[in-house]
């Protein structure tokens, strides 16, 4: 049984910093891909970042974090990492981690076959 448990969430002025955590648990071996959505209330589901975990570890960041959001998975503690500094008020919503097994990191939720149950970020202006 696959388990992903967000973590990191809270509430920060803008400018300031979060390191949301994902720790996975069960049949994590066989993952090909993790990454990090957002959802804010009456808006869709936004791909925030990936990064290919199988082999190469590539990353992709949404144009909207780009420069300001890093995605990392510590191997040692099978953790999923998403460092977000310069925070702004856009970037208010609730934080999910996501996996999939099959071979690509695509930007679509909907591709995704697990799901944590998200951590909320506040940016004050």
């Known amino acids: 049984q696959v388990q992903l448990v967000e973590s990191g969430g809270g509430s920060v002025q803008a400018g300031g910093s979060l390191r949301l955590s994902c720790a996975a648990s069960g049949n994590t071996a066989s993952f090909y891909c993790m990454a990090w959505f957002r959802q804010a209330p009456g808006k869709e589901r936004e791909g925030v970042a990936s990064i290919e975990v199988w082999r190469y570890r590539s990353t992709r960041y949404a144009d909207s974090v780009k420069g300001r959001f890093t995605i990392s998975q510590d191997t040692a503690t099978n953790t999923l990492v998403l460092q977000m500094n310069n925070l702004k008020p856009e970037d208010t919503a609730m934080y999910f981690c996501?996996?999939?097994?099959?071979?690509?990191?695509?930007?679509?939720?909907?591709?995704?076959?697990?799901w944590g149950q998200g951590t909320q970020v506040t940016v004050s202006s």
């Open positions: 996501a996996a999939k097994y099959s071979g690509s990191c695509p930007t679509l939720g909907v591709e995704y076959n697990f």
